[in-house]
C-alpha cells in the first residue's frame, strides 16, 4: 500500500493513500487515547467523550452536524476502543474538505451543552443496560476485567452507572484538553485523495492544535481469573482466556496464524471437532486481541450446559495437539486465509484508512504490505507449535462463563488441563 505522510509542526501526523479509480474518500482523526487512559473517576469518559463530539460546537449544533454531512451524501460515525478513539467520515471525493472542517470542528470546539449531555448520558445508560442484557457481550467483559483485574485495561469500555452519572462538562473538557493534541493525533485519508491537499487542509483547521505529550497508560500486567454466573438462559457462554502478545512482539503473527488454525474459520480445528464432528454447540471460534505492552488470547463457545465439560476438554487438546504439530496443509490453508483477508481490505477505502492511522499508532511507521505477506510467509509448522507450548506453560488460564454452568469445571480443573504434561 503505497502511502504519504506528513507531520506538522505541533506533531500532528497526516496520511494518505492514493487509490486511482475510487469516487469516494475515507478520513478519519485517531486519537491514542481510550477506555485504558482513564482512572477509577474517568471510568467511561473516552467513550462519553465519543458520544458528545457529535452533540454540538461553538459554530454547529447536533442537527446541523447530521445535516451537513447527509446532505452530501457522506456518513459520520465514530468508536472507542481500549487504547484509541476514532472519528471517521466516509464521503465523496468533492467533499473531503468539509469532511476535514467537520472533524476538526469536533474535535476542538464541542461545547459539551448541559441539555446535550444529560440527554446522551440516558442514551449511554442504556447501553450500558443493553450490553448487561447481551450475555454474548457481558461475558467478553466479564473475562477483560478477570484477565486483567484492579486496571484500567480490565474495565468495561463503556463505562458504569455511577461513573457515567457522574460526568460534567468540565470532565469532558478536562479530558479532552489532556489527552487530544497534535501528538496523540493522526489525521489519515484513502482513497480519491489527494495527499498535498490534505496536508493544507489539516494546516488550515488543525494547525491551531497544541503539540502536547505522549499518552502513557498503566503498563498493563495479565493475571488470569475465573468469573462465573449462573443464570437461567438457554444457552451457556464460554470464554476461555490465555496470555496473549502484544503488538510489537516478533511472534505477533505467528499468534494471528495460531488462531486461525485453532478456530478462524469452519475448516478451523474447534470449528470441525466441536461443531461439525461432536454437535456439541452452534458457535465456536478463537481470537488473540493484542494491546500495546500485553495481549490475551481467547476461545468463545455458546452450547447448552451438558456439553461444557466436554468443549473444555476438546479445546484444551486441540491446543495440546497444536504443540506437537500441524500439518503443512491446515498451515497454508490458514496463512491464505490470513494473507487474502489482507489483500481485500486494501480495496476498501475506510479499512486502508483504519490500517494506515493504526499502524503509524501503534509502530510508529507504516509496514508495507509485501513486509507483511514475507512475516506471514516466513512461519511454518515449528513456529505454530513452539507458540502452541508456549500457551500451555502458563500460570493461569482466564475463566469466564454465564448461563446454565453447572456442570463446568473448577477453575483448578480447567488450569490442570492447560498444562502440558
Not at 499518552?215 to 490465555?242: F, I, S, V, W
Amino acid at each position: 500500500m503505497d502511502h504519504q505522510l506528513t507531520t506538522l509542526p505541533n506533531g500532528l501526523r497526516v496520511v494518505s493513500t492514493h487509490m486511482p479509480h475510487v469516487q469516494t474518500a475515507a478520513i478519519g482523526v485517531w486519537v491514542d487515547a481510550g477506555a485504558r487512559n482513564e482512572d477509577i473517576a474517568t471510568h467511561g469518559i473516552s467513550h462519553m467523550l465519543e458520544h458528545m463530539a457529535f452533540k454540538g460546537t461553538k459554530r454547529r449544533d447536533a442537527r446541523q452536524i447530521a445535516e451537513e454531512i447527509e446532505a452530501v451524501g457522506g456518513h459520520l460515525n465514530a468508536y472507542t476502543s481500549r487504547e484509541q478513539t476514532a472519528y471517521f467520515v466516509r464521503i465523496l471525493k468533492d467533499d473531503i474538505p468539509l469532511a476535514v472542517d467537520l472533524l476538526a470542528d469536533i474535535l476542538q470546539n464541542s461545547t459539551f451543552d448541559g441539555a446535550e449531555l444529560a440527554r446522551e448520558r440516558d442514551v449511554i445508560f442504556q447501553e450500558i443496560g443493553q450490553a448487561l442484557d447481551t450475555p454474548d457481550d457481558l461475558v467478553f467483559d466479564r473475562m477483560q476485567e478477570a484477565a486483567f483485574p484492579e486496571q484500567p485495561l480490565g474495565r468495561p469500555i463503556l463505562g458504569t452507572l455511577d461513573s457515567v452519572g457522574g460526568f460534567t462538562a468540565d470532565d469532558l473538557s478536562a479530558y479532552m484538553h489532556s489527552h487530544y493534541h497534535g501528538t496523540t493525533m493522526v489525521l489519515s485519508g484513502a482513497g480519491a485523495v489527494d495527499h498535498d491537499a490534505l496536508v493544507r487542509l489539516a494546516q488550515t483547521h488543525f494547525g491551531a492544535l497544541a503539540t502536547g505529550a505522549p499518552n502513557n497508560p498503566l503498563t498493563a500486567a495479565y493475571r488470569g481469573g475465573d468469573t462465573r454466573q449462573e443464570k437461567k438462559l438457554e444457552q451457556a457462554h464460554l470464554l476461555l482466556g490465555l496470555e496473549g502478545l502484544p503488538y510489537g512482539h516478533p511472534d505477533y503473527y505467528t499468534a494471528q496464524l495460531f488462531t486461525t488454525i485453532l478456530g478462524g474459520g469452519m475448516s478451523s480445528r474447534l470449528f470441525q471437532e466441536v461443531r461439525e464432528k461432536r454437535g456439541l454447540c452452534y458457535s465456536i471460534y478463537a481470537f488473540s486481541a493484542a494491546y500495546s505492552d500485553s495481549g490475551l488470547m481467547g476461545i468463545y463457545a455458546g452450547t447448552g450446559d451438558t456439553g461444557l465439560g466436554d468443549i473444555v476438554a476438546v479445546i484444551a487438546d486441540e491446543i495440546g495437539a497444536m504443540a506437537t504439530g500441524t500439518s503443512a496443509d491446515e498451515t497454508a490453508r490458514s496463512r491464505t486465509q490470513l494473507k487474502a483477508g489482507l489483500m481485500m481490505s486494501l480495496e476498501s477505502p475506510a479499512a486502508c484508512c483504519e490500517q494506515l492511522a493504526r499502524q503509524l499508532m501503534i509502530y510508529g511507521r507504516i509496514i508495507p504490505t509485501g513486509e507483511l505477506l514475507s512475516r506471514l510467509d516466513g512461519i511454518d509448522e515449528s513456529h505454530i507449535r513452539l507458540f502452541a507450548e508456549r500457551l500451555l506453560n502458563q500460570a493461569s488460564p482466564t475463566v469466564a462463563a454465564l448461563g446454565p454452568i453447572s456442570r463446568l469445571a473448577s477453575h483448578d480443573e480447567i488450569k490442570a488441563r492447560f498444562t502440558l504434561q
